[in-house]
């Protein structure tokens, strides 16, 4: 069982950033894929950014993309989602997820097995 505890959500304002952390309770955590989701209240649960074990290989969602980087140390069992250019769209809860192998990357709910508790980031504008 991996635990994943997000950190680095709050309040900014249209156009700041912040970078949230997920740190992984795992001796095998290059081993595992790695992804960013979030939630909106009443929507569903959708794919922002997802990272292969070496942190070679990223994908975006459309949305994101160009505004957002997913980058990850396995030295610190730790992978990162810079977001710069916030919108009050991207308001959400943010939840990290994980998979050991299995794909190069994981992009929907379905193929990844952990997940943290989430952490809130809120854009005003």
């Known amino acids: 069982q991996v635990q994943l505890v997000e950190s680095g959500g709050g309040l900014v304002q249209a156009g700041g950033s912040l970078r949230l952390s997920c740190a992984a309770s795992?001796?095998?955590?290059?081993?595992?894929?790695m992804g960013w989701f979030r939630q909106a209240p009443g929507k569903e649960r959708e794919f922002v950014a997802g990272i292969n074990w070496s942190g070679g290989s990223t994908r975006y969602a459309d949305s994101v993309k160009g505004r957002f980087t997913i980058s990850r140390d396995n030295a610190k069992n730790t992978v990162y989602l810079q977001m710069n250019s916030l919108k009050p769209e991207d308001t959400a809860v943010y939840y990290c997820?994980?998979?050991?192998?299995?794909?190069?990357?994981?992009?929907?709910?379905?193929?990844?097995?952990?997940w943290g508790q989430g952490t809130q980031v809120t854009v005003s504008s």
């Open positions: 997820a994980a998979r050991r192998g299995g794909y190069e990357l994981a992009t929907t709910d379905a193929q990844l097995h952990y």
């Open positions: 795992t001796r095998t955590f290059s081993s595992y894929v």
